[in-house]
Each structure stands twice: as C-alpha cells, then as structure tokens.
Nanobody, 125 residues
Framework: VQVVESGGGLVQPGGSLRLSCAAS????????ITWFRQAPGKEREGVSC????????YYQDSVKGRFTISRVNAKRMVYLQMNSLKPEDTAVYYC???????????????????WGQGTQVTVSS
C-alpha cells in the first residue's frame, strides 16, 4: 500500500499550487480520500475530501472558493488545486484514505487507514 503526495513548495501570497496524491495497493471504490494539513504547533485538520465512488466533495470553510479537489480514476490520482494562497495556508499537507460509508469524512485522523509522507506548502513573500 502506498500513498504518495507531491507538488508542495514555496509560493507568494495570492499564488497557486497543485498537490497530487497517488494511491496504490488497495481498492479505492469504498474509500474517501482526504487532504489534511498541519501547521507548526497546531492540530492536524481536514481541508478537503472526495468520495471515490460517487465524487462527493467537502471543503473546510477557510478554503471554500479557493481550493478544488478532483480525481482521475484511471490514474488513481487525487489532486488539490490551491489558488489565492494565504500565509495561513502554510503547513505540511497530507493525503490520507479511509474506507467509509459516509459520502465524505475529514476525521478524526486516527480513523484513516493509509497516509502519505506529507508535502510542505509555504506561502510567504
């Protein structure tokens, strides 16, 4: 089982980044894929998620209208397009997967089965 994130980096406020999450080694059909982030000294929080089966999505209020989550089934990839980035978006971003009967879920983090290693996003001028 592997979950691998990529696409983080340093960007100026107002800029954009696209994070990618590649999942392999498990059946995705009944899973929700969630992007979490964790800033220094803060708890890990769910930012956005997508249901692999029915494409339901969820966004945390702080990112609504700025972030877009999407998937490409054939490639087993989930993307997080982040626009209009703010310094408060600075964090390590993690991709995680959990089998779920609910259309969407962002936690608790301990309920997620598979995690990537994280990718750093820094928004600074």
């Amino acid at each position: 089982v592997q979950v691998v994130e990529s696409g983080g980096g340093l960007v100026q406020p107002g800029g954009s980044l696209r994070l990618s999450c590649a999942a392999s080694g498990f059946t995705l059909d009944y899973h929700v894929i969630t992007w979490f982030r964790q800033a220094p000294g803060k708890e890990r929080e769910g930012v956005s998620c997508i249901n692999w089966r029915d494409n339901s999505t969820y966004y945390q209020d702080s990112v609504k209208g700025r972030f877009t989550i999407s998937r490409v089934n054939a490639k087993r990839m989930v993307y997080l397009q982040m626009n209009s980035l703010k310094p408060e978006d600075t964090a390590v971003y993690y991709c995680a997967a959990t089998e779920s009967l609910a259309p969407v879920t962002t936690g608790p983090p301990r309920s997620f089965d598979y995690w990537g290693q994280g990718t750093q996003v820094t928004v600074s001028s």
